[in-house]
């Protein structure tokens, strides 16, 4: 099979075109045929070498942990999926080394689910680590129906999730991002707010009463910011820092979880959940793919197709 790999800790100027053998398919896993793989900022911090305190990794190293593909051979002991099934999932293993960006991976049944029949293959590989932390930190903090909700960087990756979800569950949403992402913040449902100086103040205009719950998907002084307006400090969740953690708040690594991935689903096919895909490349452009990641320019995501 084609694949992406690094011979060791490295750079988008590491990356190349391999051919590598099929995967094994182990008991409680099955065989996904790739049409495309998410694009996260993990996959190039993990590349250079960034979780290696955390995580093992082997190389050839193959990057990604989102992908959207087909069953095509099922291992012992999965009878919760069959051959032809379309899935998508967040295949993130114990170890770093066999990953997304390539034409086959295997995947245990904990970490995927069936795609959504409304969206797209690019847009289903959107879709599970970013909608996962998105969704996971939103449970973390118990957003409801009748919440006023800060959700920080409301129109990337993950905040753009946030922002969907949680106005699908009723509740009310402020936004933090730059001008120009204003109207598709409101597209979504969000209400903006310029973030930088005196954002505690544009937000305290919005809601003088204060936050029910704060999201941080940013990092920076969001934390902080989101600490002086919410109302009560165990509702603020940061995937970026535990800084929230010492005054009695959450700090989310998302996992892979087949249940949640298919509330996702749900919510898509419901209409409730939409992506947007900012660039498609093919698997073979996966260092332009991450230096389009790393700018921090792109809104929505990034795939890759096979």
């Known amino acids: 099979m084609k694949a992406i790999v690094l011979d060791q800790y490295g750079t988008a100027d590491d990356l190349r075109l391999v051919d590598l053998p099929e995967p094994k398919v182990a008991p409680s896993e099955v065989l996904i045929r790739v049409k495309a793989a998410g694009v996260n900022p993990v996959d190039w911090k993990l590349a250079a070498g960034y979780l290696d305190s955390i995580m093992n990794s082997g190389f050839p190293l193959i990057p990604g942990w989102d992908v959207a593909g087909v069953v095509e051979r099922v291992g012992p002991d999965s009878p919760e999926f069959a051959v032809g099934d379309e899935v998508y999932g967040y295949v993130r293993k114990d170890w770093a080394q066999n990953g997304t960006y390539a034409e086959l991976v295997s995947a245990n049944v904990r970490m995927i689910a069936r795609k959504p029949a409304s969206l797209s293959w690019e847009q289903a590989a959107g879709v599970p680590l970013a909608g996962l932390t998105a969704y996971q930190s939103i449970k973390r903090v118990g957003v409801a129906e009748g919440d006023t909700v800060l959700i920080h960087a409301a129109a990337g990756g993950v905040g753009s999730f946030g922002v969907q979800i949680a106005v699908a569950l009723g509740a009310r949403v402020i936004g933090t991002a730059s001008e120009r992402n204003h109207d598709f913040l409101r597209s979504l449902g969000a209400e903006p707010v310029t973030y930088g100086e005196g954002l505690a103040d544009r937000v305290r205009a919005l809601a003088p009463d204060g936050v029910d719950a704060a999201l941080d998907f940013v990092g920076g002084d969001a934390v902080e910011v989101s600490l002086s307006v919410v109302r009560r400090p165990q509702r ?9 953690e010492k005054h009695g708040g959450h700090y989310v690594w998302v996992r892979p979880d087949s249940a949640d ?31 389009l990641n790393a700018s921090g320019r792109t809104r929505g995501k990034i795939v890759l197709t096979v």
């Open 236 to 244: 603020v969740v940061s995937i970026t820092t535990d800084a929230a």
């Open 261 to 291: 991935l298919a509330t996702l689903t749900r919510l898509a096919d419901e209409g409730k959940l939409t992506v947007h895909v900012d660039r498609a490349l093919p698997l073979a452009e996966a260092a332009e793919a991450w230096r």
